[in-house]
């Protein structure tokens, strides 16, 4: 069993009891029942909590006369994701630029917290990740849906011949169960890499040289945090697209 971080433990002991409950009732059964919340869960929370309160300091210094920095860095963000949307779907992209974004906060944040003494980055887990994923997946399959119909979507698994149906479909498939493998395994790989490799430096030398690391592991939770947005627009382009 690993050992409960401190915000892990707080989590716990204010939340142990519905938390049981709710998993009681899905019929799922922690290993440890007064501890169901493990680590990487309630490094979610903070993740999520933290950036309800960021959206929430932001909202409320809105201002057109004179906007704060933190507005300024969210209407870049927003004008960044917009603008890339538009160049990969085209029009009408612009009602999947919330998702996206919050989609990209909370990635970055995930990637990003792990640097904080005594926190982890729930990215270095597999099943956050791999939660993403599926959350992406589900999102560009349902606005597939919404854009084309259940029959219109339907028709992309099939090919541009009839006859290839058969042989279309299961290829299909698998290449969009294979994106959910590709970007778990893309975003748990590079950032559980970057906590261990930081962490052993630290461990060896703990001035100076780990400040390059830290640098690195910035730099990668930013690349991987975009890469995991580009995708997923790229899908959504696909998945929404009346030629694919």
């Known amino acids: 069993m690993e050992p409960q971080l401190w915000i892990t433990d707080l989590f716990n002991r204010v939340l142990a009891g519905p938390v049981l409950g709710l998993l009681t009732l899905l019929r799922i059964h922690p290993n440890d029942p007064m501890h169901p919340i493990t680590n990487f869960v309630a490094m979610q929370l903070v993740v999520f909590l933290a950036l309800i309160v960021f959206f929430v300091i932001v909202r ?24 890339q949307s538009h160049e990969i779907i ?30 982890e980055s729930p990215t270095a ?23 084309q119909g259940a029959l219109g979507y339907a028709k992309h ?21 294979a994106r959910v493998l590709s970007l778990t395994i893309r975003l748990y790989a590079n ?39 580009l995708l997923t627009t790229v899908y959504l382009s696909g998945a929404v697209s009346h030629g694919h």
């Open 60 to 83: 409320s210094g809105l201002s057109v006369e004179s906007p704060s920095r933190l507005q300024h860095v969210m209407e870049t963000i927003h004008g960044f994701v917009q603008d």
């Open 90 to 119: 085209g029009h009408g992209s612009d009602r999947f630029t919330p998702f996206l974004i919050a989609l990209g906060l909370f990635i970055l944040g995930s990637n990003l917290i792990g640097m904080i003494p005594s926190l």
């Open 125 to 147: 887990n597999a099943a956050v990740p791999l939660g993403c994923a599926i959350v992406a997946f589900a999102y560009y399959h349902w606005q597939g849906i919404r854009a």
């Open 157 to 177: 698994f099939m090919g541009p011949l009839p006859a290839l149906a058969l042989l279309m479909i299961p290829i299909e498939i698998i290449s969009h169960l």
């Open 191 to 229: 950032i559980f890499a970057g906590d261990m490799v930081t962490l052993v430096f630290f461990s060896l030398v703990p001035i100076g040289v780990p400040v390059i690391f830290l640098g690195l592991h910035v730099g990668v939770s930013l690349l991987q945090a975009y890469i995991f947005v």
